[in-house]
């Protein structure tokens, strides 16, 4: 900038200067008009830039709206005015979204090309990415490894997360040739069998693609799923034969009758015994009915013949069946474990008793002891039945025992021995109010072995006396679980009992590794308000003391106490309540006992359903 020094004082450029400075620190003065016209502007450039500006039509009125006279002549012409101008207005408007919307698409157009362009680099980002992860570093065999945890081959695993390998197969080239190469991935099969039509050759091509790939040394495992009879008899032959010329490798069938339409598969299922020389578990699945008449019989006799033939399961298969060797020919006496569900009845549950003598592990769940004296009642039993590898037993009954001159139940009960029993389950019928007759095996179970041996014990619905099973509970010095539910008996007497102390200075503790106690019982059994908060006020105490007993070789995991009103007419908003009560003061006591590190997990709630008291059991 120009100095005044610079000048001349009174020439043109030296005035010139002496005005700037003089400028300089001083406040701007607009005028009046200057300033409404900067405002104008301003007012202008900020509002939306329409054609036409709109205005305020000051002939229309809400009252002319409301009212149903004709307007004015006057009024009339302004209207046509207004309605020509809005109209004009309206075009102009359509012009400029028309503008702004062509504007909007080339942006669109623009905003599309990026996102395409990013998404190629992306893509190549990924695929260096792919090329530098760890992962294609694992040697096929690690791959392998870990493919093996995510195909369980049990289909109803919880832990089960691809149905076939082929879906790993699809992943990439080095993953396919890991699948095809382990023989281990093909080795087990689940196939349904659809009762439309299907072509000929369809489950023979199946089975050879599948069973191809392994290694021929390797044992097989086949689960069949009969959907329904198939149409054509001989896509039914073509089934056996297809399944019979993998039978010397099979180590596992599971065969599936929906419906109980075992006419599938009964080529395959009558052929004569030793055919299924490696086969070393069977599952059968299917309500059969009787058949009307005797002959119609159709024998299953594939598996008489199976030498290592150990595990055996019977799910919802007919009694009809088991009642008879000769209708379901296996090998009885080699089977290690046992699961028969579904309704047993008496006659076939003494056939299997007397023709398993090595079984360490078995499930009976739905003896029915319905009319024992019927068709399949039984007349004699023989003399005992003794299982002296048996470790674990659960036995269900089912249906109301009538009144006869046959053997009954409890005939058969004690005449079962257990000396190195481990886990022992027990459940009567409390819907048709069967109690299991639990003390026939009380003096099996006192001896000193199978006491010492006991480790899970679960009574539902039993027959006893308190004093034989707190006699019991004295001898099992190595019981861990124990589940308990006695109708008649106060619980209130029972939880008393066992807070008794030792009878000698040192002795170990009554329960002493009892890790789990669940205790269910009957509103009849507490019968007022005061019983139950004398029942709390007891489980607390016996909590406390076993807690505080530092003789006990093993810490509490789990209590849980369960009012069974599945099969009782009381008020179930009192019980609720009263439940609610009791959970809520051995909440407060475990509380003030231990900390949450070593607190127990404790449950408490109403039971409204058998299905739910039989799961708590373990059935």
């Keep these: 900038m120009a100095s005044i020094k610079?000048?001349?004082?009174?020439?043109?450029?030296?005035?010139?200067?002496?005005?700037?400075?003089?400028?300089?620190?001083?406040g701007v003065v607009l005028s009046p008009k200057i300033i409404s016209a900067l405002e104008e502007t301003v007012e202008h450039r900020v509002r939306p830039r329409t054609t036409t500006e709109i205005e305020e039509d000051?002939?229309?009125t809400v009252e002319m709206l409301r009212s149903n006279h004709l307007p004015s002549e006057s009024d009339i012409s302004c209207l046509n005015a207004i309605v020509a101008a809005k109209a004009e207005i309206i075009e102009h408007l359509d012009h400029d979204?028309?503008?702004?919307?062509?504007?909007?698409?080339?942006?669109?157009?623009?905003?599309?090309?990026?996102?395409?362009?990013?998404?190629?680099?992306?893509?190549?980002?990924?695929?260096?990415?792919?090329i530098l992860s760890p992962i294609r570093r694992l040697p096929p065999e690690i791959l392998v490894r870990i493919f093996n945890y995510v195909t369980i081959k049990d289909s109803h695993s919880p832990h089960r997360m691809i149905s076939s390998p082929f879906c790993l197969a699809h992943v990439c080239a080095s993953w396919r040739h890991a699948i095809i190469g382990c023989s281990s991935f093909w080795d087990s099969l689940e196939m349904k069998i659809p009762s439309c039509r299907t072509p000929s050759g369809v489950f023979t091509s199946r089975l050879k693609s599948w069973f191809g790939r392994t290694n021929t040394s390797r044992p097989l495992s086949l689960a069949l799923l009969i959907q329904g009879r198939p149409e054509d008899s001989e896509i039914i032959e073509e089934i056996s034969q297809a399944i019979s010329s993998y039978s010397h490798r099979f180590s596992e069938l599971k065969i599936n009758f929906l419906l109980g339409l075992k006419g599938a598969l009964d080529s395959f299922l009558s052929l004569p015994p030793g055919g299924l020389t490696g086969l070393k578990?069977?599952?059968?699945?299917?309500?059969?009915?009787?058949?009307?008449?005797?002959?119609?019989?159709?024998p299953v006799t594939v598996f008489g013949g199976a030498p290592l033939l150990q595990h055996v399961s019977l799910l919802c298969i007919s009694s009809f069946m088991l009642s008879d060797p000769s209708r379901?020919?296996?090998?009885?006496?080699?089977?290690?474990?046992?699961?028969?569900?579904?309704?047993?009845?008496?006659?076939?549950?003494?056939?299997?008793?007397?023709?398993?003598?090595?079984?360490?592990?078995?499930?009976?769940?739905?003896?029915?002891?319905?009319?024992?004296?019927?068709?399949?009642?039984?007349?004699?039993?023989?003399?005992?039945?003794?299982?002296?590898?048996?470790?674990?037993?659960?036995?269900?009954?089912?249906?109301?025992?009538?009144?006869?001159?046959?053997?009954?139940?409890?005939?058969?009960?004690?005449?079962?021995?257990?000396?190195?029993?481990?886990?022992?389950?027990?459940?009567?019928d409390s819907i048709n109010d069967t109690e299991f007759p639990f003390f026939v095996l009380?003096?099996?179970?006192?001896?000193?072995?199978?006491?010492?041996?006991?480790?899970?014990?679960?009574?539902?619905?039993i027959d006893v006396e308190m004093e034989e099973l707190i006699h019991l509970m004295t001898l099992c010095t190595e019981l861990e679980v124990f589940k308990l539910f006695i109708f008649g008996i106060s619980p209130i007497d029972f939880l008393?009992?066992?807070?008794?102390?030792?009878?000698?200075?040192?002795?170990?503790?009554?329960?002493?590794?009892?890790?789990?106690?669940?205790?269910?019982?009957?509103?009849?059994?507490?019968?007022?308000?005061?019983?139950?908060?004398?029942?709390?006020?007891?489980?607390?105490?016996?909590?406390?003391?076993?807690?505080?007993?530092?003789?006990?070789?093993?810490?509490?995991?789990?209590?849980?106490l369960y009012l069974g009103a599945h099969n009782m007419s009381v008020n179930m908003r009192d019980v609720?309540?009263?439940?609610?009560?009791?959970?809520?003061?051995?909440?407060?006591?475990?509380?003030?006992?231990?900390?949450?590190?070593?607190?127990p997990v404790f449950a408490s709630r109403v039971i409204s359903l058998y299905t739910d008291l039989l799961d708590i059991f373990g059935f």
């Design 6 to 26: 610079d000048g001349v004082p009174g020439s043109a450029s030296w005035n010139k200067v002496r005005r700037q400075q003089d400028w300089i620190g001083r």
């Design 58 to 60: 000051p002939v229309l």
């Design 97 to 130: 979204i028309f503008r702004l919307q062509i504007k909007m698409n080339h942006l669109m157009r623009d905003v599309n090309i990026l996102q395409d362009k990013r998404n190629l680099q992306q893509d190549k980002l990924n695929f260096c990415k792919h």
């Design 281 to 298: 578990a069977v599952t059968l699945r299917g309500a059969e009915a009787p058949p009307e008449k005797i002959d119609e019989i159709i």
């Design 328 to 428: 379901l020919v296996l090998p009885w006496g080699q089977l290690t474990n046992l699961e028969i569900t579904g309704e047993i009845m008496v006659k076939a549950f003494t056939q299997v008793l007397s023709q398993c003598p090595n079984l360490r592990h078995a499930r009976f769940l739905g003896v029915s002891i319905q009319d024992p004296s019927g068709p399949h009642g039984i007349a004699n039993t023989q003399a005992s039945y003794t299982f002296t590898m048996l470790e674990t037993l659960a036995i269900h009954l089912m249906g109301h025992e009538t009144i006869s001159d046959s053997v009954t139940i409890t005939d058969i009960v004690s005449k079962i021995h257990l000396p190195v029993i481990q886990s022992l389950k027990l459940a009567g």
């Design 442 to 461: 009380i003096p099996t179970l006192t001896n000193a072995a199978a006491a010492h041996t006991l480790r899970y014990l679960s009574l539902c619905f």
């Design 496 to 560: 008393n009992c066992l807070l008794a102390p030792p009878t000698v200075a040192g002795e170990v503790p009554q329960l002493a590794c009892l890790s789990t106690f669940v205790l269910v019982f009957s509103p009849e059994d507490v019968p007022d308000t005061v019983d139950f908060a004398s029942l709390g006020d007891v489980f607390c105490r016996l909590i406390g003391a076993w807690m505080g007993d530092t003789a006990r070789r093993r810490p509490l995991e789990k209590i849980g």
């Design 576 to 599: 609720y309540l009263m439940l609610q009560e009791i959970r809520s003061r051995v909440d407060r006591h475990l509380e003030d006992l231990v900390d949450d590190a070593v607190r």
